[in-house]
């Protein structure tokens, strides 16, 4: 008979937490469920992890490690290409993160909400560098006029959020019909409305004063 590696049963063990954290929260969930979906005693549990908490935090790490930023998005940021080359990559890291993993976005908010003391510094150290790198990006292009006038911060906010809460809200106003047919479709869209809400267009005709002052200059 062969016997589970110690890594194997500790990875299962994170799994299921992490399924059961993610539908019922922290505190409704025991280690009992957590041993029991695992197939392992609540004593194998606390051989691998000194408290409840601890596995909570090694699940929600598992399933961050999922989500990366593509090499095409971070040498944009870095080389502050153009918003219209960036921000739909931006945000379609956002929306197949937001279609691709709810278990992870139901951690996160398990996190803020129930240990929302502790989950400060977690995800200081997991969201900081790149939420820094893209706040810099967009106020870099805010202060060369390529964005809207904004707070950068608070512009990565909204774009965070109008791609999480987006299909809930539009779920409330249509009954039941998908917010959009496909994945690209979803990109597509919130890009086109981030790209025309705050890239400034190049106007079709000057102004009046533009016109004015061409007139007197000539």
Not at 21 to 39: D, K, M, N, P, W
Not at 184 to 212: C, G, H, M
Request: proline share 4%; with cysteine.
């Amino acid at each position: 008979m062969l016997v589970p590696k110690s890594s194997d049963v500790k990875n299962r063990i994170v799994h299921s937490a992490g399924n059961l954290f993610a539908r019922q929260g922290y505190h409704g969930t025991s280690t009992r469920e957590i041993a029991s979906l695992a197939v392992v005693s609540e004593n194998t549990i606390f051989r691998h992890f000194e408290h409840k908490e601890d596995v909570f935090w090694s699940a929600l790490r598992m399933h961050l490690a999922t989500v990366k930023l593509s090499r095409d998005l971070l040498d944009g940021i870095a080389q502050c290409d153009s918003p219209e080359v960036v921000l739909p990559k931006l945000l379609k890291l956002l929306s197949e993160t937001a279609r691709a993993k709810p278990e992870l976005l139901r951690l996160i908010a398990v996190a803020l909400i129930e240990l929302h003391e502790k989950s400060t510094e977690f995800f200081q150290e997991h969201f900081s560098r790149a939420l820094s790198a893209i706040n810099e990006y967009l106020s870099i292009n805010i202060e060369n006029g390529k964005i809207s006038d904004s707070e950068s911060s608070m512009l990565i906010s909204a774009m965070i959020g109008s791609v999480l809460i987006h299909p809930g809200i539009y779920s409330l106003i249509d009954g039941n019909k998908p917010t959009y047919s496909s994945s690209l479709e979803a990109e597509r869209a919130y890009s086109k409305f981030w790209s025309d809400l705050i890239v400034p267009r190049a106007s079709a005709y000057p102004s009046r004063n533009a016109q004015t002052t061409d007139a007197y200059s000539g």
